[in-house]
């Protein structure tokens, strides 16, 4: 029987895999019923500004210009950014078990996510991702987000492995899709415990028993 192929390499996503979505829709509403902003105003701003924003063709604050501070507000930006910011929060059993794979199976770690620049940089620092992460594939440096191809494609040139040797865990399944046409094995992620089990059934066994957030 032929055994199975080493895996070598994982792609992660930051946002719903490691961490929770940084600005989806759920945190923007949030953050209109904390401003008493006009959510259907804020939301439809956002969706004309947010690929070119997470492209990098946008600062934060030309973002905010456009979607917020258009006209004069009762609060200020930095009270914006500190609630917009504080909206991302950890998966530690994600972060833990990945971590823990990682230094048992000497794994190389390429992270590949749609951010943008500033809120990327924020949650790679507070979340120590930096220290899990052994490079970051995000549309804000590479001005182009997932679904696109060449995502995935830079990834697999930049970690230097072959295909058969990835594995890919998305919460997305169209990105899993996208990942899969290129040879990429991957894992729709639902919750630790059953990305725990399917990684174990690929060879990737965590030594700590079971995780569970």
């Not at 939301?43 to 456009?66: A, P, V």
């Not at 930049?158 to 040879?183: C, D, H, M, W």
Request: charged share 30%.
């Amino acid at each position: 029987m032929k055994s199975p192929t080493k895996i070598k390499t994982l792609f992660l996503d930051i946002g719903g895999v490691l961490l929770t979505d940084g600005w989806d829709h759920h945190a923007r509403r949030r953050t209109a019923v904390k401003f008493h902003l006009n959510f259907p105003e804020m939301d439809s701003r956002h969706l004309l500004n947010f690929e070119t924003f997470e492209q990098g063709k946008l600062t934060l604050e030309e973002y905010l210009d456009r979607v917020v501070f258009h006209q004069k507000r009762s609060f200020t930006r930095g009270q914006f950014r500190d609630f917009m910011f504080a909206q991302s929060k950890p998966h530690p059993g994600m972060i833990e078990l990945v971590g823990r794979l990682k230094r048992r199976y000497g794994l190389k770690i390429v992270v590949v996510s749609n951010e943008s620049k500033e809120l990327n940089a924020h949650r790679i620092q507070k979340y120590k991702l930096d220290r899990l992460g052994d490079s970051f594939i995000s549309s804000c440096f590479v001005r182009f987000r997932k679904p696109d191809r060449d995502i995935f494609r830079l990834a697999l040139e930049t970690s230097q492995t072959p295909a058969k040797e990835i594995v890919y865990i998305e919460n997305t399944p169209l990105f899993v899709r996208v990942a899969e046409g290129l040879g990429i094995r991957s894992i729709v992620h639902k919750d630790t415990k059953s990305t725990q089990a399917k990684l174990a059934a690929l060879g990737l066994r965590n030594d700590q028993g079971d995780i569970v957030e």
